[in-house]
């Protein structure tokens, strides 16, 4: 068994301050622990539900490499679209934040909070976990586990059912939440990932119908100008744009993919 982790850091308890994904000075280095010791925990669940599995974890935000769990594979420098095409059994989500536009949701974004205001794949808006969890689900692979803040949590149970979920803060607004500590926090995403790795066998992947059009409205004009210069892209209005496809895969990559490419 391979269990994917997709790691990321607005959804850790305790991190509510900066950017988003920008922590204020002085507090870097302590989300960073923070963030190790709760991948260290699923990790450590994973193995006490499977002591043969293999694991790898996709960087997303700098972690402690030193500190990891040293039975784990670290994926580093790899965009999340082409992290996918890595063989797995499962996808998990450490450290989930929602969608962009929630007011109760801690640091809430998608993809960029400086320039993205929304996505929708097949006219539902997405966030994130869905982006990600559709383009496991078309290979065929479910997603079991998320941890995040508790409008991440909601997110990811309406959209993906009764997987296993750890709420590791209470959201209040874009930075406040009712935190649990990180010792408090890691023992739950332990004991969820665990259970996730158990139920394995009752998950489904997550895949959406076929072809698939994928729209990004973006905050200015402009960025919508460059992402026209993809071909097949078409404009939709002055700063929304939409793709599509006949995978999902492909749809991503001419998309959301692209977006990174021209912000």
């Known amino acids: 068994m391979r269990i994917f982790i997709q790691q990321d850091g607005e959804g850790v308890a305790g991190a509510v301050k900066g950017g988003y994904g920008a922590p204020p000075s002085g507090e870097g280095e302590i989300y960073k622990r923070l963030m190790t010791k709760e991948i260290n925990a699923a990790v450590a669940g994973i193995y006490d539900a499977a002591s043969d599995a293999e ?9 402690d490499l030193e500190q990891l769990d040293e039975r784990i594979m670290v994926l580093r420098g790899v965009h999340l679209g082409d992290a996918a095409s890595i063989d797995s059994d499962a996808l998990m989500f450490v450290g989930q934040h929602a969608m962009a536009g929630k007011r109760k949701a801690v640091l809430a974004h998608t993809g960029s909070s400086r320039s993205i205001q929304h996505i929708w794949v097949n006219g539902r808006e997405f966030g994130e976990t869905g982006l990600l969890a559709a383009l496991h689900g078309e290979k065929g692979r479910p997603t079991i586990f998320l941890s ?48 996730a790795v158990e139920r ?3 998950f489904k992947p997550f895949v ?46 001419g998309s959301y993919m692209c977006a990174s490419l021209v912000l």
């Not at 694991?55 to 972690?63: D, M």
């Not at 993906?160 to 023992?187: K, P, Y």
């Not at 460059?226 to 002055?238: A, E, L, M, N, S």
């Open 200 to 202: 394995i066998g009752e």
């Open 55 to 63: 694991v790898i974890v996709a960087e997303a935000h700098p972690f």
């Open 208 to 253: 959406v119908e076929l072809p698939v059009e994928i729209s990004i409205q973006y905050m200015f004009p402009e960025i919508a100008d460059h992402h026209c210069f993809v071909p097949g892209v078409k404009r939709v209005d002055d700063v929304t744009v939409a793709y599509q496809a006949d995978t999902y895969a492909e749809a991503f990559r």
């Open 148 to 195: 995040g803040d508790s409008a991440a949590v909601a997110e990811a149970r309406e959209l993906l059912g009764d997987i296993e979920t750890v709420s590791t803060m209470e959201a209040l607004g874009n930075h406040a939440a009712l935190c649990l500590t990180n010792g408090e926090s890691c023992r739950r995403i332990r004991a969820g990932a665990a259970r």
